[in-house]
């Protein structure tokens, strides 16, 4: 499974980006998939989640502000992120599991204040 990540960039504070996530196959065949992000020197953090049902999840810090969902006819996941902060300004990386996780090359995203 290979993944292609794009649609980072630079924003200011309140602005919004949409992240894609293009897959090499069948979205319908992997169980789930999502986006974590990465700050030098921490811990890559989860950001959101969508299973092949379809259910979602998202961190606390993006609740009400970030929406994952996904398009099967593209093979394509995105991350809606409105409401951005400086503090979401990370390394965004695609994920999807198969049996084991698969990761997209990351994609940066700068809010600026």
């Known amino acids: 499974v290979q993944l292609q990540a794009s649609g980072g960039g630079l924003v200011q504070t309140g602005g919004s980006l949409r992240l894609s996530c293009a897959v090499s196959?069948?979205?319908?065949?992997?169980?789930?998939m999502g986006w974590y992000r990465q700050v030098p020197g921490k811990q890559r953090e989860l950001v959101a989640t969508?299973?092949?049902?379809?259910?979602?999840n998202y961190a606390d810090s993006v609740k009400g502000r970030f929406i994952i969902s996904r398009d099967f006819a593209r093979n394509t996941v995105y991350l809606q992120m409105n409401s951005l902060k400086p503090e979401d300004t990370a390394v965004y990386y695609c994920?999807?599991?198969?049996?084991?996780?698969?990761w997209g090359q990351g994609t940066q995203v700068t809010v600026s204040s």
């Open positions: 994920y999807a599991f198969k049996g084991v996780i698969y």
């Open positions: 196959e069948n979205i319908f065949s992997i169980n789930d």
């Open positions: 969508i299973t092949r049902t379809g259910s979602t």
